[in-house]
């Protein structure tokens, strides 16, 4: 079975940073692409930021400057390291990952901002 764990939430002051991790373990596919969501309480799951297997990433309006995410393909572990974090940073954030058969979730880690 595959699994990804993620690791790194916590609480943070405002304008503080954080780095998330998310390792993939167990019989996988090629990983083309990896991602992070966030859900926060009351509103849906959304994208927060994606890299393939390129190095190629994409961010959502709402993190650009701020988040950048990257990936070790050797240990199939994906980053997402957060700068200037705001309070409506605050969320669930979960780990995907993208095979050509199957789509992969974490449980998820809690960030919360607050001062």
């Known amino acids: 079975q595959v699994q990804l764990v993620e690791s790194g939430g916590g609480l943070v002051q405002p304008g503080g940073s954080l780095r998330l991790s998310c390792a993939a373990s167990?019989?996988?596919?090629?990983?083309?692409?990896m991602g992070w969501y966030r859900q926060a309480p009351g509103k849906q799951r959304e994208l927060v930021a994606t890299?393939?297997?390129?190095?190629?990433?994409d961010y959502a309006d709402s993190v650009k400057g701020r988040f950048t995410i990257s990936r070790d393909n050797a240990k199939n572990t994906v980053y997402l390291q957060m700068n200037s974090l705001k309070p409506e940073d605050t969320a669930v954030y979960y780990c995907?990952?993208?095979?050509?058969?199957?789509?992969?979730w974490g449980q998820g880690t809690q960030v919360t901002i607050s001062s």
């Open positions: 890299i393939t297997s390129g190095n190629t990433t």
């Open positions: 167990g019989r996988i596919f090629r990983i083309n692409y």
């Open positions: 995907k990952a993208g095979t050509v058969v199957a789509a992969y």
